[in-house]
């Protein structure tokens, strides 16, 4: 079976600190990868996504950058966190070809 | 560009009742479009998906709608419980080869006993 992991769970970051969380899918190979953001309170804003390694395509300019070094591996980062960038990071994946979306546990992040 | 409006931030309704939700989308039809259910801090868990050729389609106690004419997708709850409480978001696809996906904001279900 398939599984998704992120991590860390929590983090409380300083304004201007780097960013980096990751996310890995156990159990299929070449899925769409997904990140996405979720202010309190509000809907999911799609950060990224990816079809394939090093294949990154980003729908809201910002400070924030996305990189898939693996198959399976999906990294979220920023040079210097503003507090806007505050919010639940929720990391998902898709099998090409396919429509459900499965999302991992999320990182809820305070920037500070 | 795509846009998705889930009309009602928040709806409360008596157990026993039937929850409608409602999505609204702009713009190009999609070629299917999903509902999931997502618990506070939680990451969302798919419900259903309908696609553009289909009318309606049932789960158990949950049904949806898809009117391409209206650009309108219906999600119903049947009998209603507490444990139904929770927010339901739509999901459509953005582009035809369904790469990316984009959801409403969420309605928050509120079910009392």
């Known amino acids: 079976s398939q599984t998704i992991h992120q991590w860390p769970a929590t983090l409380v970051q300083p304004v201007g600190s780097p960013l980096s969380l990751e996310c890995t899918v156990e159990?299929?190979?070449?899925?769409?990868l997904y990140w996405y953001r979720q202010a309190a309170g509000r809907g999911l804003q799609l950060l990224f996504y990816s079809v394939g390694i090093g294949q990154i395509s980003s729908e809201v300019p910002q400070n924030l950058s996305a990189s898939r070094p693996q198959d399976r591996q999906f990294i979220l980062s920023s040079k210097k966190l503003l507090l806007s960038d505050s919010g639940f990071y929720l990391c998902a994946w898709r099998r090409t070809g396919d429509n459900e979306q499965f999302f991992g546990p999320g990182t809820r992040l305070t920037v500070l | 560009s795509q846009k998705i409006e889930q009309n009602s931030e928040a709806l409360n309704i008596q157990e026993g009742k039937t929850a409608t939700l409602t999505c609204n989308y702009t713009?190009?039809?999609?070629?299917?479009l999903q509902w999931y259910r997502q618990d506070p801090g939680r990451g969302p868990v798919f419900l259903l998906l309908i696609r553009e050729n289909e009318k309606e389609k049932r789960k158990e106690r949950l049904k949806v709608t898809f009117d391409t004419t209206l650009k309108q997708s219906l999600f119903h709850i049947t009998a209603s419980q507490p444990a139904d409480s929770a927010t339901y978001l739509c999901a459509l696809d953005m582009d035809s080869s369904a790469s990316k996906i984009i959801f409403g904001s969420g309605t928050r279900l509120s079910i009392r006993p």
């Open positions: 713009n190009y039809s999609p070629a299917y």
């Open positions: 159990g299929t190979s070449n899925p769409n």
